[in-house]
């Protein structure tokens, strides 16, 4: 079973709504998760911030965030995730940020993804952060990272009603 029919399996069985946040994916999780029968009703919004400025204005993150940690950060992915949760209705977001390649940028190795994860809980706002390196092609590292945040979804969720904060 591919891993967006999971997601979407997890997210109804648990009653989560979903808002992404996506740059270096460019809203490839949105369409993986589209792509269910079913899954509308299990997704609240998906916005899809490339430039500083975008995920300043639509997503609040920090002018001083990027400048002093860089686009491609847990840090800069932690308050997409955060900004795009506070936007909707949603009760998980997905963050991305990376370099697809296929050159380095500012010394961050191509393939280089963060990603952030936000759940509110009865226990409260938990958000996990956590960066991968791809190796592949531009599209087959966007592929790779969609499908990681994917994945990736349930056993944080787990940990967020478990009370841990990241």
């Known amino acids: 079973m591919p891993i967006a029919d999971d997601t979407v399996h997890y997210l109804r069985e648990h009653t989560l709504l979903l808002?992404?946040?996506?740059s270096c994916t460019a809203g490839k999780i949105i369409t993986l998760l589209s792509e269910v029968e079913g899954s509308g009703e299990l997704i609240e919004s998906g916005y899809v911030v490339y430039s500083p400025q975008a995920k300043q204005r639509l997503l609040s993150v920090s002018p001083d965030t990027i400048a002093t940690y860089n686009l491609t950060s847990c840090?800069?992915?932690?308050e997409m995730a955060?900004?795009?949760?506070?936007?909707?209705t949603a009760n998980v977001a997905v963050a991305t940020t990376g370099i697809l390649g296929p050159e380095d940028v500012d010394g961050i190795p191509?393939?280089?993804?963060?990603?952030a994860w936000a759940y509110q809980t009865g226990q409260g706002l938990s958000v996990f952060c956590r960066q991968h390196r791809f190796i592949g092609s531009r599209c087959q590292v966007q592929q790779l990272a969609a499908d990681h945040s994917l994945k990736l979804l349930p056993h944080f969720?787990?940990?967020a009603l478990a009370g841990e904060r990241g």
């Open 19 to 22: 808002t992404t946040a996506e």
């Open 75 to 78: 840090e800069v992915a932690r």
């Open 82 to 88: 955060l900004g795009a949760l506070h936007d909707s």
């Open 110 to 115: 191509a393939g280089t993804v963060c990603f």
């Open 157 to 159: 969720h787990q940990r």
